[in-house]
């Protein structure tokens, strides 16, 4: 049942965001959301339709959103977080990277995600998970890459610190320089996602910028896919489910590969 939840409100998002993308209106400006970033047309729009298809199929549920934050819609059992549009830069100017995430959870911690799912924007690739039955892209079953040594793999970074963070890439040049490959994209939610499908093999954010919906379905999609992610330090993410809630992240393909990340960053911060 849950996935006809998440997949109808996944797609309705990707029509809605057809409809409006490269107007003039889908860009306007209509405040702050709870997250703190500005809410434009096109965001409110996208959690709208979320918001309908969702109370169609679930009924009442509490919605945790980037821009409308904690809300009551009746008195369901279930948390339903929404990131509506991970990527609002790109879609801005017509970069094709941007992604509608949802996870739906049994309590309001990020453990207590029992099924998420986030659909490219673009593309329309969907993928899918649920607690403990795997994960999926476009209904085939996927899994991470086998890839150990940082030498080996595709990384993508995120480093948009916005003059925030002084000497924010130092701190990860090293394995920058050191990675067969490198990426960014702009899109966090499908960054993770790649890694679970086998088409990246890590991610890394030391920011500290990210918000819980900005991660709480990608993250279970790649966790479900068999892969790994934890914060900076190599803790468990379990954060609250809250819009403000923030957390770096190290997300990678194999438990080798993480451990790889993390102690060479440790050692980066002890010279």
């Known amino acids: 049942m849950l996935r006809n939840v998440i997949v109808e409100a996944l797609m309705s998002a990707k029509t809605r965001f057809a409809e409006l993308k490269g107007s003039d209106e889908a860009y306007k400006e209509l405040g702050i959301g709870a997250g703190g970033d500005v809410m434009r047309l096109l965001d409110f729009e996208l959690e709208k339709v979320i918001v309908e298809s969702v109370t169609k199929d679930l009924g009442d549920f509490t919605l945790v959103s980037e821009e409308s934050g904690v809300k009551e819609c009746g008195k369901g ?69 086998n890839i150990s040594k940082v030498e080996e793999a595709l990384i993508a970074f995120e480093l948009n610190v916005r003059g925030q963070i002084n000497g924010y890439v130092s701190r990860i040049a090293e394995i920058i320089e050191k990675a067969r490959h490198v990426r960014l994209i702009g899109s966090d939610a499908l960054e993770i996602c790649f890694i679970a499908s086998g088409t990246s093999d890590a991610f890394i954010d030391l920011r500290g910028f990210l918000r819980a919906p900005d991660f709480a379905a990608s993250t279970f999609i790649l966790k479900e896919a068999g892969g790994v992610v934890t914060d900076a330090y190599g803790n468990m993410l379990n954060c609250k489910l809250d819009p403000k809630a923030r957390s770096t992240i190290i997300a990678a393909c194999t438990m080798e590969l993480h451990r790889n990340i993390v102690s060479r960053l440790r050692e980066i911060k002890e010279r």
Do not use: F, H, Q, W
């Open 77 to 145: 059992e279930y948390v339903v977080v929404v990131d509506p549009l991970d990527g609002s830069t790109n879609a801005l100017r017509g970069y094709p990277a941007c992604s509608t995430a949802i996870a739906i959870a049994k309590g309001g911690c990020l453990e207590d995600v029992v099924a998420a799912g986030v659909i490219n924007l673009v593309t329309g690739d969907l993928y899918y998970a649920e607690k403990g039955l795997g994960a999926y892209m476009n209904n085939s079953k996927i899994k991470p890459r």
